[in-house]
């Protein structure tokens, strides 16, 4: 049996984004992932003191602006695992659902600054490749370092950057614009965009019928 790629892009998707999207698509694309698995996170022990959408919602945002790409897939592992949400256990999961696969995490390099402050950070850099993106404004020097840092703390870790370029968009610009009636079309699929307006999501009136009235002001 043929050992499968599985990409993993995990993140709390509040909400998901074209730049989640190309970031994933550029992961499948150069390692020639088979497929990429979408993870809405469950209650983020690092996010306690934010105000975060309930877990189905945010994997319904996911489904909507996956379900055009037959290599993306979305999982409800954990939103659906009570109490705290932790990369290690859902790595050891995905290990037992696929056995035999490799499996590649997908994060920003931003992400590999704070990466050994992570619950057993050393388990994850042994249980799968990382692959973090790198867009135009990296610092491609200290992402060496960072890399070279970890590899010594962890010698089996197998991290390797993706090429994407620069999006500058992000949920905190998109839930920021909402707030101010402000548009957001081309941030993220026009699917979600009526599904943020008919949960009346990040709306600072929290009036969901206005939303829906004079939907231009969003959309």
Known sequence: MLRRRIGIMGGTFNPIHYAHLYMAECAREQFSLDRVIFIPSGFSYLKKDQNIPEGEI??????????GNPFFTVSRIEIDRPGDTYTIETLE???ELYPGDDIYFILGADSLNYLDKWVRYEDICKACTILAAVR?????DGLKQRIAYLKSQVPEARIEPI???HMDISSTMIRDKIRQNKSVKYLLPDECIEYIISQNLYSED??????MDAPDKIV
């Open 136 to 140: 135009n404004d990296t610092d491609m």
């Open 163 to 165: 090429m994407m370029g």
């Open 206 to 211: 929290n009036n969901s019928s206005d939303i």
């Open 58 to 67: 945010r994997y319904q945002l996911c489904k909507m602006a996956t379900s």
């Open 93 to 95: 999961q995905l290990s």
